[in-house]
């Protein structure tokens, strides 16, 4: 796998991540982002011994898009720091079943549960289930999807993918939340297209946008 390298500088690298590869391996053996980014560091800069490479923010095995590690302890703590103070502006491409027009946000509690390794969703408060907010625009959309871009407010568990099924409208090839049928190649629509974040001397606020998969064309041109 060749790493494709969006954005690099003395602290911070953001890499595009393909649907199907995973962040961060269980085990040595999987095929990860986190492995290819260290080799890439390792041959450009002809470093020798155990290449640092600061894991910060992950995506599902099974959704594309930006994610950025750490070169640097420094830069594996000034963006952690933003994360935990939700610094970080994400913005993602989802493609849902089903039209749905217009702009708007949505406000449910989730709860991870961890033996089905799935999100519960609540319309109320309950214990044990944390507040999550995200607003969306459609950006385009036929009969049977819509192209939506979505501000994510809070970042829970599989939050995406659990409000839209709870409303009726899955993501396209996500099976595990109600979708009718898996994508070809095993993806599900949803792509982390845009992210802003301070760069890791504090000097500059950095957005890196992609756009969304070319195999998402197909069920857009119906």
């Known amino acids: ?82 994360f935990r103070n939700r610094k970080v502006v994400k913005v993602y491409y989802a493609l849902v079943e089903g039209r749905l027009e217009g702009a708007g946000s949505l406000v449910h509690f989730i709860k991870k549960d961890k033996e089905e390794l799935i999100a519960k969703i609540s319309e109320e408060e309950k214990e044990e289930y944390q507040r999550s907010e995200l607003s969306y625009k459609s ?38 939340y109600g979708a009718k049928k898996r994508m070809p190649d095993g993806s599900i629509g949803l792509c982390a297209n845009e992210i802003t974040f301070k760069t890791a001397t504090g000097d500059e606020i950095k957005t890196i946008k992609i756009d969304y998969p070319k195999e998402w064309v197909m069920y857009l041109s119906g």
């Open 139 to 176: 950006m385009r959309h036929t009969a049977s999807y819509t192209l939506l871009s979505i501000f994510l407010k809070t970042g829970r568990f599989n939050q995406i993918r659990a409000q839209f099924a709870h409303i009726g409208h899955p993501i396209a090839g996500d099976t595990l």
């Open 1 to 82: 796998m060749n790493v494709k390298i969006l954005y690099e500088d003395n602290h911070l690298i953001a890499v595009y991540k393909p649907a199907g590869i995973l962040v961060q391996a269980g085990d040595r053996k999987s095929p990860n982002l986190l492995d290819e980014v260290r080799k890439y560091l390792k041959e450009k800069y002809k470093k020798p011994g155990n290449v640092f490479v600061g894991l910060v923010h992950r995506l599902d095995k099974s959704v594309s898009g930006i994610v950025v590690f750490a070169k640097t302890s420094k830069g594996a703590s000034r963006l952690s720091e933003q």
